[in-house]
């Protein structure tokens, strides 16, 4: 142990040798502090504070309402719920496109996939479009009286929909990874297809799916949208009372006091998911994966999850094509005439929204993205004293709920002699924090497969540290870069749940907008709002992809020659 820390003083003495990377290290740990904990740490000082003194005053009473009980009890349920059956769905869907076989994998995948790009509560507006009052299918297909979606059922129904793409992704690359090998010597010494289920392949996916869960259970608890929209005040849910207690009652203390109480739930979930369930996922079998010469799954069983698959997908095609009518129908429900005038009103009342959410997005995803790679660098090449918290702390603001965040951001930075509230700094700061960690796993990732000797030949033909990270790592880092750059201006366009907090009549988010429409009754312009937000991420990324194809090729050309 002491000769750890040794090392660590002598690398850090190292380290400032080299000024510029020494200011980047300090500027990185001080960022870190000032907008990540910072925050945090407010949160829990007003939670924890009663008249200029340390109280549980605001916990008790939270707890001693009635109304608050009910809605921590419901969050925790929803979570749990949302993480089980999103979970469940996510293996099924893995499962026919990896071991399966089944037909047109290619447009499943692409089905599958399609919820993480569009904002969080399109499924809760296409919800009560679709089975609501006048909903196409409760009112015009069954015409049932009174119709209503709100509350369990429809909650449940939208956060399955918005988040088990998360859980598709994750257990894909995780039984993508098992060698159908094993599968294979299972079945030759005579086992049947439903043992070696049972058997060989659950077994190996479990800490996959076990992983899959908690990220879903922390999505889903964190998640603002769609309760704002779905849950109704019979159904209540914490993230919602805590925004209403800033926002409508102004208590900072009961609000604060009601997202510190989300926070416990959700830092634990994450915690056991980084510390326990990661280290099971990450196990190998030795041998590179080969195709499997037999197949594991029966004529009956392909037939079964193909029509599973199929059903799902017509659900979410369902979802996607009753946005996209209600944004061309005059009046959702009574008048299905055609008309362009939802869009007309984004682009003459809604434009400024618009034109802010691609400027925000846009400014904080490249700074983002080159932020997440530094630290990569620094957590997987370098070794000084607070490496550790940089990483952990980096990684912190992902397992925050974006309630947490945006409520900590307010009482933060709503005071000299960092006043930015309702400023632009503010929105671009809160994305800058909260989406670096994609790229740091990312860049960490790419680094563990590059040879470390490629730039201490660089170092030793005399290139400083900056020379060697612009010419050699970061070309190296090219797809975890732009992977990075991927999610966090997808994250960004989609926001709901800090930066609702954070707006303000100079600085708009299209994602408040289409939520305002919403509670305004406005459902043909909320989904004119959505459509052009999709279409707008779908441009970038498809940018994004172009720009990281040709940067790539002239890396790779460079490097050979």
Do not use: C
Not at 161 to 173: K, S
């Amino acid at each position: 142990m002491k000769q750890s820390l040794k090392a660590k003083l002598r690398d850090t003495k190292m380290l400032t040798k080299d000024p510029l990377l020494f200011f980047v290290v300090l500027l990185i740990f001080v960022s870190l502090i000032l907008f990540i904990l910072y925050p945090l740490l407010k949160v829990a000082i007003v939670a924890f504070s009663y008249k200029g003194k340390f109280s549980l005053n605001n916990f008790q009473e939270a707890f001693d309402f009635w109304y608050y009980r009910k809605a921590l009890f419901n969050s925790l349920v929803m979570a749990l719920l949302t993480a089980t059956i999103g979970s469940a769905i996510g293996f099924v869907f893995a499962y026919a496109l990896t071991r399966a076989k089944i037909p047109g994998q290619r447009f499943f995948n692409i089905i599958a996939t399609i919820p993480i790009i569009s904002p969080p509560f399109i499924g809760a507006l296409a919800i009560i479009m679709l089975f609501g009052r006048n909903g196409f299918i409760s009112s015009t297909i069954l015409r049932l009286p009174n119709a209503n979606i709100y509350g369990f059922k429809g909650l449940l129904l939208a956060q399955v929909i918005t988040f088990f793409p998360v859980a598709y992704i994750t257990m894909r690359g995780v039984l993508e990874s098992i060698s159908p090998t094993l599968e294979d010597a299972a079945m030759d010494l005579g086992g049947n297809r439903f043992k070696i289920f049972y058997k060989v392949t659950l077994p190996l996916a479990i800490p996959g799916l076990a992983s899959s869960m908690l990220v879903l259970f922390v999505e889903s608890l964190a998640d603002f949208g769609n309760p704002m929209i779905l849950a109704g005040s019979e159904f209540p849910i914490l993230s919602v009372q805590a925004f209403l207690e800033i926002t409508g009652m102004y208590n900072l203390g009961k609000g604060s006091a009601l997202a510190f109480i989300l926070l416990i739930p959700s830092l634990s979930a994450y915690i056991i998911q980084k510390y326990y369930v990661n280290k099971k996922q990450y196990i190998t079998v030795t041998g590179k994966p080969t195709d499997s010469s037999n197949s594991v799954v029966s004529p009956l069983a392909r037939n079964i999850l193909f029509a599973v698959a199929i059903f799902f997908s017509l659900i979410i095609i369902l979802i996607y094509v009753s946005i996209l009518y209600g944004a061309i129908a005059t009046s959702w429900g009574n008048n299905s005439t055609p008309t362009l005038d939802h869009f007309r009103y984004v682009f003459q009342v809604g434009f400024e929204s618009v034109k802010d959410s691609i400027i925000i997005a846009g400014l904080s995803t490249p700074i983002s993205g080159i932020l997440g790679m530094i630290i990569a660098f620094l957590i997987v090449r370098k070794s000084f004293i607070g490496r550790r918290f940089i990483e952990v702390t980096s990684m912190l603001s992902f397992a925050v709920p974006g309630t947490v965040i945006g409520i900590g951001y307010i009482l933060a930075f709503n005071s000299a002699p960092l006043y930015l509230t309702g400023t632009l700094t503010i929105l671009l700061l809160n994305f800058i924090f909260r989406y670096i960690p994609v790229g740091i796993q990312g860049g960490v990732a790419v680094l563990q497969q590059i040879d470390p000797s490629i730039e201490e030949a660089a170092i030793d033909l005399g290139a400083d540290s900056n020379t060697t990270f612009r010419k050699i790592t970061l070309p190296l880092m090219v797809p975890a870069f732009f992977s990075g750059l991927i999610f966090a201006f997808v994250r960004g366009m989609t926001a709901i749940s800090a930066a609702i907090f954070l707006v303000s009549a100079k600085w708009n988010f299209m994602t408040v907008q289409i939520m305002s429409q919403v509670e305004s009754g406005r459902i043909g312009s909320a989904s004119a709002f959505s459509v052009i937000l999709v279409a707008i991420i779908l441009v970038a990324m498809t940018l994004i992809k172009a720009i990281l194809r040709f940067k790539y090729q002239t890396t790779t050309s460079l490097l050979s020659n």
